[in-house]
């Protein structure tokens, strides 16, 4: 129990519940300490109001051009033409989910939100302030037990409610996987379409930040795009993190949604005010080229994008596409063809482990429709096959570098 109650870096729930539990003075008071420095460093903001950098690999993120830094910039979106008259506000991710999350709790009465220490504003601090303005009955904690979170949304979702659900770290989702899995995903089909939990949402931080080890960097998209029944959404920034959760809160069916924690306090863009939803299953060409391909989601786009950079540098006059494929499952696979079919090369790269990892279901579709027109075997950049290393953080995950080697290799081949 102690384990499960200090697992999260800052939780004060958690730490009043790791603090009743018997200890000497000393070590009551050590813990104490610790806890409250972990606090800290991973809460406070600056005196200044502006998020402090994230700790970890993720270089250059301000200076990417994948981050939209003005109103024009937003509003050049045609996906955003909805809205185009909207003021925008600068927001971290983090806010942005907080945004969306106000919102649908603005627009749908039924709408519910709970999870593990969410009524104090959760660990990255995305449910702040969400219980004091909609009330307890509406945003509100539940027990340290995943599998209990999970059943508690397929019920209230199964008698007409929108849940959505905080999961406090990926990695902790595997204890409800039965629930998401067997029940959520299954619902509507096993009863012949007269009863859905399509108001069902499930949020949860995924992917590196740097620091977190193997119990706080997993990548389990794979697992859950296995499953028909769900879907599976993994935004890249602000603007797109609002518009996207959203969707996914109002999709009538079940939606796994996962947001990159490394980039809650990195990524910062100008975000439209008003109302909005971003489509599901539909990829985004960040950037057109003629030559390569590469596919990505999450964080590990903006490390796709320096290798692309370094790539365009050595070699004039080359010409890279960049795709974000922001829905896992339903993946747009219609995009990505008509990619290929334009470069010849493909190479997929994602933070989870190479082997069943998502890349070669990519692989494999496009290998089956795009054959005659493939000019090097298609290349997938992954964590490696081993559990996810603290220490060696650095080497485990797609760094630009690896993907530029990649970028090397199919044009040479």
């Known amino acids: 129990m102690l384990l499960k109650a200090v697992r999260s870096c800052a939780s004060a729930g958690r730490l009043a519940l790791a603090q009743r539990l018997p200890a000497t003075a000393s070590a009551s008071a050590s813990a104490s300490a610790s806890a409250a420095l972990l606090h800290r460093r991973c809460l406070a903001t600056p005196a200044s109001g502006s998020p402090p950098p994230a700790e970890g690999f993720l270089h250059g993120i301000n200076e990417s051009k994948l981050i939209c830094n ?17 003021e925008t506000k600068k927001l971290n991710l983090y806010q942005s989910v907080n945004d969306a999350l106000a919102t649908a709790l603005a627009t749908d009465e039924s709408a519910l939100v709970f999870g593990e220490d969410v009524a104090f504003g959760g660990v990255f601090r995305c449910t702040m302030g ?25 019920g209230v979702a199964a008698v007409g409610h929108t849940a959505i659900a905080e999961i406090q770290f990926a990695d902790y989702v595997f204890p409800a996987f039965d629930q998401i899995v067997n029940e959520a995903a299954k619902y509507r089909y096993r009863s012949g379409g007269q009863f859905d ?7 949860m931080p995924c992917m590196a930040v740097g620091h977190g080890g193997h119990y ?15 879907k599976v959404v993994i935004p890249r920034s602000p603007i797109q993190t609002k518009g996207l959760l959203l969707a996914s809160i109002r999709d009538k069916n079940p939606v796994i949604f996962m947001e990159p924690k490394i980039l809650y306090r990195a990524a910062v863009e100008q975000v439209p005010v008003d109302d909005y939803v971003l489509p599901l299953g539909k990829a985004e060409v960040l950037k057109e080229g003629k030559d390569v391909t590469i596919v990505g989601w999450g964080s590990q786009l903006y490390t796709i994008e320096r290798a692309i950079a370094m790539a365009e540098k050595q070699f004039p006059g080359l010409s890279v596409e960049l795709i974000d494929l922001r829905t896992i499952y339903p993946w747009d696979t219609q995009t990505v063809v008509d990619s290929v079919n334009k470069t010849g090369r493909l190479i997929v790269a994602h933070e989870a482990p190479q082997t069943g990892g998502f890349a070669a279901e990519i692989a494999a579709a496009i290998q089956d429709r ?44």
Not at 73 to 84: D, G, I, R, S
Not at 373 to 390: K, Q
Not at 391 to 407: L, M, N, T
């Open 70 to 86: 003005t109103r024009e910039q937003t509003m050049a979106n045609p996906e955003l033409a909805a809205v185009k008259n909207s």
């Open 216 to 230: 706080h960097s997993q990548s389990p998209e794979a697992y859950f795009a296995h499953t028909p029944g769900l």
């Open 197 to 203: 939990v399509g108001g069902l949402t499930f949020r």
């Open 130 to 154: 969400l219980a004091e303005k909609f009330g307890k009955n509406r945003v509100f904690n539940t027990p340290l037990t995943e599998q209990g979170i999970a059943g508690f949304g397929i």
């Open 370 to 413: 795009c054959f005659l027109r493939l000019e090097a075997p298609i290349t997938r950049v992954c964590g490696w096959d081993v559990p996810f290393p603290l220490v060696f953080e650095k080497f485990y995950v797609p760094s630009a570098i690896r993907c530029f080697d990649a970028i090397k290799k199919v044009l040479n081949y």
